[in-house]
């Protein structure tokens, strides 16, 4: 350790010594003396230690999640098919994607509403982002959203108020090549939303 941390630590552990004593003191006496030194600060152990955490520097704030959920809120769909195909146009492409995907195309979503709280928006065509209410100032902006295993960004509007972070649009989550199922359509890995404020 260097002589001026040996002189620190012993001007604060013995409060009655000052600076000027302690420069006709050896390092081996200061040594003697076995003055505690308190233990380094433990590295980061994980590049996962900030998740969860939204956190801000300068204009712009960020956050990564460890699961996303697909949202379907904006519109009125109505899945009914003919011929096994079904009518609605938003919801051909999507049972297309998902079929090219392995996933399921049995459109399913016992939360969705027919708004949002920007209003009427597609979520099909739009990829938008969920935030928590108690971070409402970020609608209406924009989100730079990564998926972190693969590197693959996309740009996406703030449009829905929900429980927490970690929620987009079905159409995000096509964007970015992901299931994009309401129900079954989880992505269970770590994203990362950056907002500018």
């Known amino acids: 350790m260097k002589p001026l941390m040996f002189v620190a630590a012993a001007m604060l552990l013995i409060p009655s010594v000052h600076a000027a004593e302690l420069t006709d003191i050896s390092l081996s006496e200061i040594a003697a003396a076995e003055i505690p030194i308190?233990?380094?600060?433990?590295?980061?152990?994980?590049?996962?230690a900030f998740d969860g955490q939204y956190l801000c520097y300068g204009n712009t704030c960020s956050i990564t999640t460890g699961a996303t959920n697909v949202c379907s809120d904006g519109m009125r769909i109505v899945a009914e098919r003919k011929?096994?195909?079904?009518?609605?146009?938003?919801?051909?492409?999507?049972?297309?994607?998902?079929?090219?995907?392995?996933?399921s195309e049995n459109w399913r979503d016992g939360s969705h509403q027919n708004?949002?709280?920007?209003?009427?928006?597609?979520?099909?065509?739009?990829?938008?982002?969920?935030?928590?209410?108690?971070?409402?100032?970020?609608?209406?902006?924009?989100?730079?959203?990564?998926v972190v295993a693969t590197g693959k960004c996309?740009?996406?509007?703030?449009?829905?108020?929900?429980?927490?972070?970690?929620?987009?649009?079905?159409?995000?989550m096509m964007q970015l090549?992901?299931?994009?199922?309401?129900?079954e359509g989880r992505y269970n890995g770590r994203i990362t939303y950056s907002f500018s404020k």
């Open 154 to 172: 996309i740009n996406a509007e703030v449009r829905e108020i929900g429980p927490a972070f970690g929620e987009i649009s079905v159409g995000a």
């Open 83 to 103: 011929k096994g195909e079904y009518k609605d146009e938003n919801l051909k492409v999507w049972a297309e994607y998902q079929r090219n995907m392995g996933k």
């Open 115 to 146: 708004t949002t709280a920007t209003g009427k928006i597609n979520p099909f065509q739009v990829a938008y982002v969920v935030v928590p209410r108690n971070h409402r100032e970020l609608l209406y902006t924009t989100a730079k959203v990564c």
């Open 38 to 48: 308190p233990a380094p600060v433990a590295a980061m152990e994980s590049e996962k």
């Open 177 to 183: 090549g992901l299931d994009a199922h309401p129900w």
